[in-house]
C-alpha cells in the first residue's frame, strides 16, 4: 500500500497536536530540523485542448493532419532554384524555347525510363540546355480502394528517374512546362554544361 502526502491543513493540525506535548527525548533532535525539505515539484498548468478563442475572433482552419506527402507540384514548387533566376523566370513564363523534346505518351514504365535516360544524355552530349518531356496528365483511375492512386504514373515517375543517378549528374532544375508547351502535362529540364 502506497502512502498518501498529507494536505497542508492536515499538516497544520498535526503541528498543533505536537506543539501541545511535551518529547519524551529532548537531547535528540527532531528529524524534521536535521534534514532539509525537498523542493516542491513546479506545478504545471494542463495545456488546453483547444487554443484560446475570444468572442469575434475568426476561428482558424486546421490543417489535414494526415496529409503526409507533399504534392508533386508543391514539391517542385519549393525545390531551390539551381540555375539563374532570371532565365528561370524567364523559363516559368515559357519565353525560353525549349531546343529538343520527347513524348512519353503511351509508353510503359520499362520503356520510358530507358528511353528517357538515353535522350537525357544525349541532349547534355550535344550541348543543349532547355528540353522538354512530355509525360501528359494521365488518365483518372479511381479504384475505389483505400488507399489513393496518383493520377499519371509517368508524371510522378520522371522527376524521380531525374533525380537519380545516372541523369541527376545531367540535371540541374526540373519545374512544370507552362501551359504554351504543355502545362501540368510536361516538365522543363534544364540540363547542366557537358564537361
Known amino acids: 500500500m502506497t502512502r498518501r502526502r498529507l494536505r497542508p491543513d492536515e499538516v497544520e493540525l498535526w503541528r498543533q497536536i505536537a506543539a501541545t506535548t511535551d518529547r519524551l527525548h529532548p537531547e535528540i533532535l527532531r528529524m524534521d530540523e536535521l534534514t532539509p525539505r525537498p523542493k516542491p515539484k513546479p506545478h504545471k498548468a494542463p495545456k488546453p485542448r483547444l487554443p484560446e478563442f475570444a468572442i469575434g475572433q475568426v476561428a482558424r482552419t486546421a490543417t489535414a493532419a494526415h496529409d503526409l506527402k507533399p504534392s508533386l507540384q508543391d514539391t517542385l514548387r519549393t525545390a531551390p532554384v539551381s540555375m539563374d533566376s532570371k532565365a528561370f523566370g524567364r523559363m516559368k513564363r515559357g519565353k525560353l524555347v525549349p531546343e529538343a523534346r520527347i513524348d512519353l505518351h503511351g509508353m510503359t514504365i520499362d520503356r520510358a525510363h530507358p528511353t528517357l535516360t538515353a535522350f537525357i544524355l544525349r541532349a547534355q552530349a550535344g550541348g543543349k540546355r532547355l528540353v522538354l518531356v ?13 488507399i489513393p492512386v496518383p493520377r499519371g504514373i509517368l508524371k510522378h515517375q520522371v522527376p524521380n528517374w531525374l533525380s537519380m543517378p545516372p541523369l541527376a549528374q545531367a540535371v540541374l532544375q526540373i519545374t512544370e512546362a507552362h501551359i504554351s508547351h504543355g502545362g501540368a502535362g510536361a516538365y522543363y529540364v534544364y540540363l547542366r554544361r557537358h564537361r
Do not use: F
Not at 134 to 146: A, L, M, N, W, Y
Open 134 to 146: 512530355i509525360t501528359g496528365k494521365g488518365r483518372d483511375r479511381d479504384e475505389g480502394g483505400p
